[in-house]
DNA sequence: ATCCGGGGCA
DNA sequence: TGCCCAGGAT
């Protein structure tokens, strides 16, 4: 249950919605349950802003599983161009062919049978029921996590995957009518991204900052790593996979590298081919007999 | 617990 | 440079 401040915050919440919400175009009823889908996939630990151009032309040249489904893997692949995690792309396209196949073509609408399809997990299923179907579902993101720890327990979210006692907080704030909720979800994540962000958040122009724990706290622990240390992306192989795949994206349709230009892309050639081998694994790349390499069909 | 891209920012 | 980003699969 919601106690008053709670509920302060809510109304305080949807109103800076009202007035905040970034104009995306999957946003307002615009776009189908698909194209929403679609849009949590390309968001999966990708930049909104970067999304946005991607995510229109995609739409535009498959408007629907359906259209997805039957689409060459090497088309779905090169339109993912450099959006990053590219099985992400490969994920999608069985996704749509799930959906085309097992459900006729419309996404279904339960949170199960969404979580179960392929490249959809926790988060993506519980995006769709909200903002796509209107579904009262408590979704759970980097940036919920976030604002909820901070303006409600004044403290920061810890890395790691999302524990019991913050998936509570979350289903115990959610407001009671569907409607009202899906604007929680999109609010509080919204504030995440553009107001609560993990380094430097504005609060100055936090529409909370007076009901916020974390602010009266004097902000414990402000900036201060919760996650472990990244991998480098230097010289790591996902650099040297990105190399192969980005050379792959800028051949003709149909277009084979030599396994000669392969070897000039980088300069190990052990992790080289531990790289092309993975690839070859995960589907992104064919490798032929000779050693050249090509997009798959 | 690790792996998986790539861009943007201080 | 280091860190962050509307995660998912293994």
């Keep these: 249950m919601m106690n008053d401040t709670d509920t302060d915050i809510a109304l305080r919440l949807a109103a800076w919605w009202e007035s905040n919400a970034r104009d995306l175009p999957w946003r307002f009823g615009r776009a189908t349950a698909w194209g929403v889908l679609v849009s949590e996939v390309m968001s999966q630990q990708t930049q909104m802003s970067r999304v946005v151009p991607y995510w229109t032309a995609w739409m535009e040249r498959w408007p629907d599983a359906r259209a997805l489904a039957a689409a060459p893997k090497a088309e779905v692949i090169t ?83 999302a524990s019991q006692v ?91 590298l030599e396994r000669a230009r392969v070897e000039r892309l980088w300069e190990d050639r052990v992790q080289l081919d531990a790289c092309v081998a993975s690839l070859d694994d995960d589907g992104l790349v064919e490798m032929l007999p000779d050693g050249s390499l090509r997009l798959p069909e």
């Design 79 to 161: 339109a993912w161009g450099r959006l990053g995690y590219p099985r992400r792309a490969l994920r999608l396209q069985e996704c749509a062919r799930t959906v085309a196949e097992r459900y006729d073509g419309e996404l279904p609408r339960t949170y199960d049978e969404l979580v179960a399809l392929p490249g959809v997990g926790d988060y993506t299923a519980s995006a769709v029921m909200s903002f796509a179907f209107g579904e009262r579902i408590a979704v759970i993101d980097t940036n919920i996590r976030r604002v909820l720890a901070r303006a409600f327990r004044g403290e920061e979210s810890l890395g790691g995957s």
């Design 166 to 256: 913050e998936r509570e907080m979350a289903r115990r704030l959610l407001p009671e009518s569907d409607k009202v909720s899906v604007v929680w979800n999109q609010a509080v994540m919204e504030l995440g991204a553009t107001v609560c962000m993990a380094k430097a958040p504005l609060c100055e122009s936090c529409p909370i900052a007076g009901q916020c724990a974390f602010l009266r706290n004097g902000r414990p622990g402000l900036g201060q790593r919760r996650t472990r240390p990244r991998q480098r992306f230097q010289g790591t192989d996902r650099q040297v996979r990105g190399l192969v795949l980005e050379a792959l994206r800028g051949l003709p349709s149909g277009g084979t």
